[in-house]
């Protein structure tokens, strides 16, 4: 090969490897522009507030708490966490009766249905809190119908608080449950506060009692009554002859009741449930309280008491919050007699604000879902909670459903009944 042959062959070879080396994505300016722009394009997307691509509407990145994001095929569900095994488990049967049916009177909504899941908290706190805490877990559980008891709402309230998810219970009647500042807690039941003093005005002014005895199960909800009759009572002039708390799930009240007995009271006034009340009332004659009447609360109206107690419980008093008449009333007892083979109020008062408390909800529900671009429901959280604190002129079985600034939510105050041959009948 000749010399000029030569430099011609190495500068083609060298032209080929400079050729292999140059990389080939290398770029025309207009494609390094749109480049940029796609890449622009997707950190805009990123940071808008709904993003196209999973359909979420606009009200969701702009809700403190976000959306519950309910699927094609998943339900919007409603918790309910009450006892429903052990001797008060008619708290949660009647209670999980009455907001069934409420639910089954939604029907569908934007295509999607509502359904109530029941968990059985066998109306202790601790377990009210395990519930809660599993149920903050399901994104379809938007709203709570409860909690049934006062001392398991206390310790359910904070959890559902900081997962934004609205509370409406039909019993929990503690008093200072809206006192802690919670912004999901709400209740359409009468308060403890208001059926201890209006207990103590009835006994002292209607029957005309001046000594009474009061005994309690400890609990939230029976020593808050208690306290509240013993303050009212002596506030009106009468006296409190004797003043204890009792043992919960004992058999034999005898020891107590022969020691109130020796105070001589007129009445003895019980705040607290059914399976104690029960036990207490068959024990009093025997004690030496056969002509002492005894005067229970909300918590042992229900035909439980008058099975349980016969003969024994004639002459005694409960309250409750049966409401009056109406075309809705009639309808719901219907359903229930139907459903469920016994009558509505027949385990305990609390059949019609079950109903109400799962109704009102799901209205509210109703009010503030969107259906997103990709066919699943959205929920705001945060907006559902405070649509539920400003409910007002709700029109319920039970009345006018109308919340104060505190979550108190209840129109109407207790009725009293006295049994009569084995029946409650309004007292006089």
């Given at each position: 090969m000749s010399f000029r042959n030569r430099v011609l062959f190495v500068?083609?070879?060298?032209?080929?490897?400079?050729?292999?080396?140059?990389?080939?994505?290398?770029?025309?300016?207009?494609?390094?522009t749109d480049a940029a722009a796609t890449e622009s394009a997707a950190t805009e997307a990123a940071a808008a507030p709904a993003a196209s691509s999973d359909g979420a509407p606009e009200v969701c990145a702009k809700d403190a708490a976000g959306c519950a994001k309910i699927e094609p095929g998943q339900t919007i569900k409603i918790g309910m966490s009450g006892p429903m095994t052990g001797d008060n488990a008619q708290y949660g049967v009647d209670i999980s009766q009455g907001e069934k049916i409420a639910v089954e009177d939604a029907g569908d909504f934007e295509g999607f249905k509502f359904e109530l899941v029941v968990e059985d908290s066998q109306g202790?706190?601790?377990?009210?809190?395990t519930i809660a805490n599993k149920f903050v877990t399901d994104p379809t559980i938007v709203a709570i119908a409860g909690n049934v008891f006062s001392g398991e709402t206390e310790a359910a309230i904070p959890i559902y608080e900081k997962?934004?998810?609205?509370?409406?219970?039909?019993?929990?009647?503690?008093p200072p449950l809206t006192t802690l500042g919670s912004k999901?807690?709400?209740r359409i039941v009468f308060t403890d506060g208001a059926q201890g003093q209006a207990a103590a005005t009835y006994m002292k002014d209607k029957l005309g009692f001046t000594q009474i005895a009061i005994l309690h199960d400890g609990s939230p909800y029976g020593k808050g009554l208690a306290d509240t009759v013993k303050e009212s009572f002596t506030a009106a002039g009468g006296e409190v002859v004797e003043y204890q708390a009792i043992t919960p799930g004992e058999v034999d009240y005898t020891a107590t009741l022969s020691a109130v007995a020796a105070k001589k009271p007129q009445a003895l006034y019980f705040g607290g449930y059914v399976a104690e009340a029960i036990v207490l009332v068959n024990q009093m004659k025997q004690t030496g309280m056969q002509d002492v009447v005894f005067f229970g609360t909300d918590g042992s109206f229900g035909q439980d008491m008058l099975d349980k107690t016969g003969a024994n419980g004639e002459g005694q008093y409960a309250a409750s919050m049966i409401p009056p008449s109406s075309p809705a009333k009639d309808q719901f007892d219907a359903e229930y007699e139907?459903?469920?083979?016994?009558?509505?109020?027949?385990?305990?008062?609390?059949?019609w604000t079950a109903y109400d408390s799962?109704?009102?909800?799901i209205s509210v529900i109703k009010s503030v879902a969107v259906k997103g671009g990709d066919g699943a429901l959205y929920i705001p959280r945060a907006t559902l909670v405070d649509a539920v604190r400003n409910i007002k002129g709700y029109q319920g079985i039970t009345g006018e459903i109308t919340c104060a600034e505190n979550g108190e939510c209840n129109t109407a105050g207790p009725t009293f009944y006295v049994d009569k041959g084995g029946e409650w009948?309004?007292?006089e």
């Open positions: 500068c083609v070879i060298f032209a080929m490897i400079v050729a292999a080396c140059t990389p080939t994505t290398a770029a025309t300016p207009a494609a390094a202790s706190a601790e377990v009210g809190a997962a934004s998810i609205p509370m409406m219970s039909p019993s929990a009647t503690n999901v807690f709400n139907k459903e469920f083979g016994q009558k509505a109020g027949s385990l305990t008062p609390f059949s799962a109704a009102v909800l009948v309004v007292a």
